[in-house]
């Protein structure tokens, strides 16, 4: 129903252009490394103003805590952008690590990765973009690839740690 | 019906694509930049028309194949034809899009061609418009390069929100 309620496109279009970013990337940047770098970064940036759209039309209340959040993301959220819902496993005893496993992943459709690019995360726009629209909502997180379909992996996941929880601050302040 | 993502992703990724070659690598070098959005878009678009066109037969002259770009090429990518197509019979096609789908979300005016060009933050902001537009002008170049027709694709804004391609077929 929340897919329903955002303008949609063409999904070809999506990751046939993603598809061409990372190969201009691999191009211009040499190394695999820059670029996996690169494409955290892009998705940091769209992250961080995405969780805005993501907050307005979702209408998902307040989180408890990290896991319900975790669980907001995978449900939710996959499911507003990409129009794929994914889940949450391999919570620590502590509450704050665990996976989003993707097994539907549309920027991942007709691709298949050259021996040239090991090492590429490939996906790893989407680690970024986790990584920003946390951090709007005071959580500063580390996300990483446990497992990767296009390196031969039956899905991708994705493991979230939350480092520190920032305490809202205000932007009121008492008159002096 | 087709697989979707919703619209937000492809303009987030469209938005940080040309800001990372316009602001981060190619900072000074507008023309580098516009040559690389060039390049992605005419990789898209020369992928999406061979699967767009696998089941169809091949296009008997010039005119046809614009208008399968005009008809249903438009439609995959934007839900709706272009509204416009002129030719002056002779290679040169002008695209017209009245309600481009990509530009409505910039609220910039083209400013006309001014000598002190660089500071005014107006003529900033058509640069950044028309970094948006090599990628479509790609794909377009892309789309008629792979059904055989090696051309050059410009945009004009002149009057927005509509946007015209001119395409001008090489012989």
Redesign the interface.
């Known amino acids: 129903a929340i897919?329903a309620s955002?303008?949609?496109?063409?999904?070809?279009?999506?990751t046939?252009?993603?598809?061409?970013?990372v190969?201009?990337l691999l191009t211009?940047l040499e190394e695999v490394e820059e670029v996996n770098k690169?494409l955290d970064q892009?998705g940091y940036?769209?992250g961080i103003?995405?969780i805005d759209?993501f907050l307005a039309k979702s209408n998902v209340s307040r989180c408890v805590d990290f896991k319900e959040t975790a669980e907001v993301i995978a449900k939710v959220g996959f499911k507003?952008?990409?129009?794929v819902s994914a889940s949450v496993t391999n919570w620590d005893s502590e509450g704050t690590c665990c996976s989003i496993v993707l097994e539907d992943n549309?920027l991942v459709?007709f691709v298949e990765l050259p021996d040239t690019c090991q090492g590429l995360y490939y996906c790893n726009?989407l680690s970024g973009v986790i990584r920003g629209a946390l951090e709007m909502v005071s959580m500063k997180t580390e996300v990483t690839w446990l497992r990767d379909m296009l390196r031969g992996d039956d899905a991708n996941e994705l493991q979230v740690k939350l480092i520190k929880q920032v305490p809202e601050e205000y932007p009121y302040k008492d008159d002096e | 019906m087709?697989?979707?993502?919703?619209?937000?992703?492809?303009d987030?990724?469209?938005t940080?694509?040309v800001?990372?070659y316009c602001n981060s690598?190619y900072a000074n070098k507008p023309d580098l930049a516009a040559r690389?959005i060039e390049?992605?878009?005419y990789?898209?678009g020369h992928?999406?028309s061979e699967?767009y066109t696998m089941d169809r037969p091949r296009f008997g002259d010039h005119l046809e194949a614009i208008k399968f770009i005009c008809k249903d090429f438009w439609s995959?990518?934007f839900?709706k034809q272009i509204d416009n197509l002129k030719t002056n019979h002779r290679g040169t096609f002008v695209l017209q899009d009245n309600r481009f789908r990509w530009l409505t979300r910039m609220s910039v005016e083209p400013t006309p061609e001014s000598p002190d060009a660089s500071d005014d933050p107006e003529s900033k902001a058509s640069q950044a418009t028309s970094m948006h537009l090599y990628f479509p002008c790609g794909i377009i170049r892309g789309a008629l390069s792979n059904l055989g027709i090696p051309c050059a694709v410009s945009a004009d804004i002149s009057n927005l929100p509509a946007c015209s391609f001119v395409v001008r077929i090489k012989v």
């Open positions: 897919f955002v303008e949609r496109v063409n999904a070809e279009l999506f046939l252009t993603y598809g061409a970013i190969r201009q211009d690169q892009m940036n769209i103003r995405m759209e507003m952008f990409l129009g549309p459709d726009i | 087709g697989r979707e993502v919703s619209e937000s992703c492809v987030s990724l469209l940080e694509m800001s990372s690598f690389r390049a992605i878009g990789q898209v992928q999406l699967r995959e990518l839900k």
